[in-house]
Nanobody
């Protein structure tokens, strides 16, 4: 059974930083592309960042480019999202996702991901 567990969310002031973590179990992980998505109240879930199976390629949503950074540690089966220069519009529930296919490049499409975590709330105050 695949499990993805996010942590690191919380309340932060605008301009601050947070680091989200996602711990994976039940999948090979080192062969799976991973992604971070977010969903704000009343809005559709959107891509934040994605990373290839080996970490060699990344992709970002336009609204976070230059501020957020995705990385992974295959030995620990973890993926991270470093969020800097946070804005109130970054407020959302952040979800970790895994692509069950092997050897894939990072995808920004929701439909590419088969497994999802429960989400962690990030709130940015102005």
């Amino acid at each position: 059974q695949v499990q993805l567990v996010e942590s690191g969310g919380g309340l932060v002031q605008a301009g601050g930083s947070l680091r989200l973590s996602c711990a994976a179990s039940g999948l090979t992980f080192s062969r799976n592309a991973m992604g971070w998505f977010r969903q704000a109240p009343g809005k559709q879930r959107e891509i934040v960042a994605a990373i290839s199976w080996n970490g060699g390629n990344t992709a970002y949503g336009d609204s976070v480019k230059g501020r957020f950074s995705i990385s992974r540690d295959n030995a620990k089966k973890m993926v991270f999202l470093q969020m800097n220069s946070l804005k109130p519009e970054d407020t959302a529930v952040y979800y970790c996702a895994a692509d069950r296919r092997f050897w894939q490049p990072p995808s920004t499409e929701l439909s590419s991901y088969d497994y999802w975590g429960q989400g962690t709330q990030v709130t940015v105050s102005s």
